[in-house]
């Protein structure tokens, strides 16, 4: 059995037909990691969500922000901007039913025989393993609960940036949201920016990447991660980002996280 994590797809069907041939993955035995964004500025949203939901246990999806968008879309609080593809899925008979799959998807996976944890942006440096846990699972259960509509109109925003334990309601999940889904770049205390996008040391000196924060907590950690498509294919000592910018044009890559060295594969888009 072989276990592979895959970057970011956004709706790039094709790339991921390829790069699953190329892995000669088995849906009977293998596993399937995916570090969210599955949908989105690509040409083939539904196909991708309907492939990856017909895998059932076989994959782990966490969600990004683009899914995470779509949700709110579907729900209505939030309209589409004018770069967004989510047409195919709204509109597809099988709606009701990718879109309550889709909402089922946790925001963190940790397999600790594995030794490797699964988020789609990254953590922030406050954050250890165990209050990383609780905190998209809180996150979780609303999405997944009667309040949900309510929460997706008031999840997206810059505010608050900084992580404190007494944070509270809307504030408290709408950080989660940011840290878990949005984060690539803050100061050494932690507060959170998100206007920069680019690769690392383009944000000027009061800023690096989360994971280059000192005293992160979750340094002990693998952590699988995709978002930052400047970024590209990127390893460090427990670090592994998967975003190299199919959407873009670039290519598509995977990890096998079952073999000691995680070598990487990758197709163009």
């Known amino acids: 059995m072989a276990v592979y994590a895959i970057g970011d797809i956004q ?23 995916l570090v969210g964004d599955l949908v989105n500025r690509g040409p083939h949203s539904v196909e991708v969500l309907r492939l990856i939901r017909e895998l059932g246990k076989q994959v782990t999806v966490v969600l990004g922000n683009h899914d995470l968008t779509l949700l709110a879309v579907a729900a209505g609080p939030v309209k589409p901007k004018r770069k967004d593809t989510f047409h195919t899925i709204l509109e597809a008979p099988d709606r009701d039913e990718l879109l309550d799959w889709l909402r089922q998807r946790p925001l963190l996976h940790h397999d600790a025989e594995l030794g490797f944890t699964l988020v789609h942006a990254g953590l922030p440096p406050q954050w250890d393993l165990a209050l990383a846990q609780r905190c998209a699972a809180e996150v979780e259960a609303i999405l997944r609960g009667p309040e949900s509509e309510k929460f997706m109109a008031r999840m997206f925003g810059g505010e608050p940036r900084r992580w404190q334990s007494d944070l509270a309601g809307y504030d408290r999940l709408r950080f989660m949201v940011n840290a878990l889904t949005r984060i690539r770049f803050c100061t050494a205390d932690g507060v959170l920016s998100f206007a920069e996008k680019g690769p690392p040391g383009s944000a000027g000196n009061s800023l690096m990447p989360w994971f280059a924060t000192p005293g992160r907590r979750s340094a002990g950690l693998n952590i699988v991660f995709g978002h930052w498509a400047s970024l590209g294919y990127y390893r460090a000592p427990g670090i592994y980002a998967l975003d190299s910018g199919c959407v873009w044009g670039n290519r598509l890559t995977a990890i096998r996280l079952d073999e000691s060295e995680a070598p990487a594969f990758s197709v163009p888009a």
């Open 11 to 33: 709706g790039c069907y094709e790339p991921l037909q390829r790069l699953l041939d190329l892995l000669r993955f088995d849906p009977a035995a293998d596993r399937l990691w």
